[in-house]
C-alpha cells in the first residue's frame, strides 16, 4: 500500500521560510506527477503546484515567485521551498502523487498534511 508522509510544517513568522517534504512509502511506480495543495480555514482546497516526472512545473498563478516545488526521483520525495511567509499562507498543505500501475491505470494518493501557521 503506498503511503505519502508530509514534514516541515510549524509556527513561523512573517517573512520567514518552511520547506515542506513529502515522502512515499511502499511499492510505488513510475509515478507520473506530484503536487502540493493546501486548504485554509473555512476555504477550499487549492493547488499550490505540481511537478510532473519529466520535470515540469506549474504553479498558481497567485502564488509564483514565493513557492518553489522540486522532487528527488531516487527517493520518492517531493519538496516545497516557501519563502517570505505571509498570514494567509495558513494553511493545511497536502502532497499528492499520480502514479500508474498495470491493469489499475493511473492512480492517486494524498498525504495525511501538514499544518503551516504564519503568525503576524
Known amino acids: 500500500q503506498v503511503q505519502l508522509v508530509e514534514s516541515g510544517g510549524g509556527l513561523v513568522q512573517a517573512g520567514g521560510s518552511l520547506r515542506l517534504s513529502c515522502a512515499a512509502s511502499?511499492?510505488?511506480?513510475?509515478?507520473?506527477?506530484m503536487g502540493w495543495y493546501r486548504q485554509a480555514p473555512g476555504k477550499r482546497r487549492e493547488l499550490v503546484a505540481t511537478?510532473?516526472?519529466?520535470?515540469?512545473?506549474n504553479y498558481a498563478d497567485s502564488l509564483k515567485g514565493r513557492f518553489t516545488i522540486s522532487r528527488d526521483n531516487a527517493k520518492n520525495t517531493v519538496y516545497l521551498q516557501i519563502n517570505s511567509l505571509k498570514p494567509e499562507d495558513t494553511a493545511v498543505y497536502y502532497c499528492?502523487?499520480?502514479?500508474?500501475?498495470?491493469?489499475?491505470?493511473?492512480?492517486?494518493?494524498w498525504g495525511q498534511g501538514t499544518l503551516v501557521t504564519v503568525s503576524s
Open positions: 499528492r502523487f499520480t502514479y500508474v500501475r498495470p491493469i489499475a491505470g493511473e492512480l492517486e494518493v
Open positions: 511537478i510532473t516526472s519529466g520535470g515540469s512545473t
Open positions: 511502499g511499492s510505488i511506480f513510475s509515478i507520473t506527477a
